[in-house]
């Protein structure tokens, strides 16, 4: 199964909001609510800061939000700071009982 | 807490297995699952594995040549794979799900990753 589809790349300055989509199927992000986003900093574990499609962890930055209309799933970061800097990936729970990422966004600080 | 082992060079049709040591959690009462990411590339879900070790599932790219694993009573993941080849090179994450009645792709607790390298 292919990758869900992210913008290799997303820029903002500081203070703004960037979106990420993530697009999928029917077979995946449509049918179900089990997405998730991860922000992974370089030489780091990913970390989870979105799940079940706009769910925060406890103690992830209420600048993370996160939504989904048909196939798509999006990740919005506001107020936007130089350590959001990061790639990020949704991920998917699929119809065939099996899990999709993304390929993965930078987002750069300008 | 999640550490994994095991990783290194390996040629390729050779096999490896490498480990995840988990502690501060109830480790036989969730989902465990395996993550790669390929150096410089995007993650890629490899497996997972349930509470009991009863249900488990594989990527297409590994079906057949890999085997999940877990002992419960030494909190311990594994990742047996065989017939390696060059695109199995990269970091291997052990990662656990939240739930344990049944696998949702949220891993909210990450092992810091093992390294392992195909070639000749």
């Known amino acids: 199964q292919s990758a869900l589809t992210q913008p290799a790349s997303v820029s903002g300055s500081p203070g703004q909001s960037v979106t990420i989509s993530c697009t999928g199927s029917s077979s995946d992000i449509g049918a179900y609510n089990y997405v998730s986003w991860y922000q992974q900093h370089p030489g780091n574990a990913p970390k989870i800061i979105i799940s079940d499609v706009s769910t925060r962890p406890s103690g992830v930055s209420s600048r993370f939000s996160g939504s989904k209309s048909g196939n798509t799933a999006s990740l919005t970061i506001s107020g936007l700071r130089t350590e959001d800097e990061a790639d990020y990936y949704c991920s998917s729970y699929t119809s065939s009982t099996t899990l999709i990422f993304g390929g993965g966004t930078k987002l750069t600080v300008l | 807490h999640l550490v994994e082992s095991g990783g290194g060079l390996v040629t390729p049709g050779g096999s490896l297995r490498i480990s995840c040591a988990a502690s501060g959690f109830t480790f036989s009462g969730y989902y465990m699952t395996w993550v790669r990411q390929a150096p410089g590339k995007g993650l890629e879900w490899v497996s997972y594995?349930?509470?009991?070790?009863?249900?488990?599932n594989f990527a297409d790219s590994v079906k057949g040549r890999f085997t999940i694993s877990r002992d419960n009573t030494m909190n311990t993941l594994f990742l047996q794979m065989n017939s390696l080849r060059a695109e199995d090179t990269g970091v291997y994450y052990c990662?656990?799900?939240?739930?344990?009645?049944?696998?949702?792709?949220?891993?909210?607790?990450w092992g810091q990753g093992t390294m392992v390298t195909v070639s000749s």
């Open positions: 594995i349930s509470g009991s070790g009863s249900n488990t």
């Open positions: 990662a656990r799900d939240v739930t344990a009645v049944a696998v949702t792709g949220t891993f909210d607790i």
